[in-house]
């Protein structure tokens, strides 16, 4: 399975959004919500504070275009206020009052300036991309793209054909819905197809406006963690069939794992106000269960040299830093500390979904590597289900 992987374009989102601005406008809104005596030090038990957002704080909590009467309209609301006895004049001023009340944005509203945000971050991510491999639009035979948090139909895909342009007979392979395992899943199946053909040259993309979670009416626990944690991202890499001047990490080989009925533990629901991201507090553990998995993994692939062999830097993503302080725990006494510094250091400015593999990737590369080093990505996701990938720094 040799695939050689050059280093990512990494854009995030240019508007820097500070913790202390989202305590502000949640405080202000929810002030007697069960946790918000807590809210300070529960901001400060994530570590962040400051994340990129492709589009600034305000578009998210502005109110809706329309006003309180949008969904039932003047009409039937003037007649069943008439039916209760209000006069005309009363039933006017009643009226303009509803009307003046702001309404939550709409689906529309919500998503619209995000998926054209996602395009042009995406766009952005494709040609540095490119550029970083040496590499034109029209030698691209593959490209696969995620952006799971802004559902389009067509899609990234092929919006990234057009704007680039790729030539008519690429190969495209959306995957909307692949969300946090995106980055490690995308090299596992960029890494088959060239598999199958060395000479072909695959363009991964992934761009995720996980800001549009962001849900200013829900006054859940897990909504303000929600508000607290995500960032926007787009990323892109290219991979290719054989080594290029450019390329720094050859994937050597690719795990999957699947654990069945926790499909409910993480998910997105599309609601009238848009969409939200519901967790359940069991996902760490479940999650924590698929690292396990992969260490046997690990083992068994390199059992003949369990004394000798480790990896020198572990790019993971597994949704939060509770399950990657179980990652240290679990991992055998003989490695060395300091594998996730990577992972750890990109959490510090919010969780990027699906670009987070890439973005730690980034970061190991900026960081220098020493050729021969072994390299292993892990990321978990909605499902619950897990990809990891072994290779070798260049």
């Known amino acids: 399975m040799a695939a050689y992987l050059c280093p990512p374009a990494v854009i995030h989102g240019e508007h820097a959004v500070r913790t202390s601005q989202i305590v502000a406008e949640v405080r202000d809104r929810h ?12 901001a ?45 004049h009363d039933v006017d001023r009643a009226i303009a009052a509803l009307e003046a009340m702001p309404a939550p944005q709409t689906v529309q509203e919500r998503t619209a300036p995000a998926w054209e945000a996602v395009r042009s971050y995406g766009e952005r991510a494709a040609r540095g991309a490119l550029q970083t491999a040496g590499l034109d639009a029209a030698d691209v035979d593959c490209l696969i793209t995620s952006h799971s948090t802004t559902p389009a139909l067509p899609g990234l895909d092929i919006a990234l054909a057009n704007r680039l342009p790729l ?9 909307t819905q692949w969300a946090c395992v995106a980055g ?42 929600v508000r607290l944690l995500f960032a926007d991202t787009a990323v892109a890499a290219v991979v290719t069939g054989r080594p290029r ?42 999650v924590q269960e698929t690292v396990t998995a992969m260490w046997e993994w690990l083992r068994v692939r390199y059992q003949d040299h369990p004394d000798s062999w480790h990896p020198d830097v572990l790019l993971a993503h597994p949704g939060g830093t509770r399950v990657l302080e179980y990652m240290e725990q679990t991992m055998p006494d003989a490695w060395p500390s300091g594998l996730l510094d990577h992972s750890r250091d990109s959490y510090t400015s ?17 960081a220098g590597q020493k050729s021969g080093s072994r390299a292993v990505l892990y990321a978990a996701a909605p499902g619950l289900t897990a990809t990891a990938l072994e290779g070798e720094w260049l």
């Open 44 to 88: 400060a038990g994530t570590g962040i504070e400051t994340r990129g957002w492709m589009l600034p704080l305000e578009t998210a909590v502005a109110p809706g275009n329309g006003g309180g009467l949008r969904t039932v309209g003047t009409g039937p609301a003037r007649k069943a206020l008439a039916r209760d006895g209000f006069t005309e």
């Open 184 to 225: 490690t899943r995308s090299l596992a199946l960029a890494a088959d197809l060239v598999a199958a053909d060395p000479d072909r040259v695959v363009l991964v993309v992934i761009a995720e406006a996980l800001s549009t979670t962001y849900q200013p009416a829900d006054d859940t626990l897990e909504s303000l963690i």
């Open 245 to 286: 001047r450019e390329s720094v990490l050859r994937l050597d080989a690719a795990w999957h794992h699947t654990l069945p009925g926790t499909q409910d533990l993480h998910r997105l629901d599309t609601r009238a106000d848009g969409t939200h991201f519901v967790m359940d507090r069991r996902g760490p553990r479940a």
């Open 350 to 366: 919010g969780n990027r979904g699906g670009a987070a593999v890439f973005d730690i990737l980034r970061r190991a590369h900026d």
């Open 31 to 42: 002030p007697h919500a069960a946790w918000a005596p807590r809210i300070d030090g529960i």
């Open 167 to 175: 030539r008519n007979d690429v190969m495209l392979l959306p995957a």
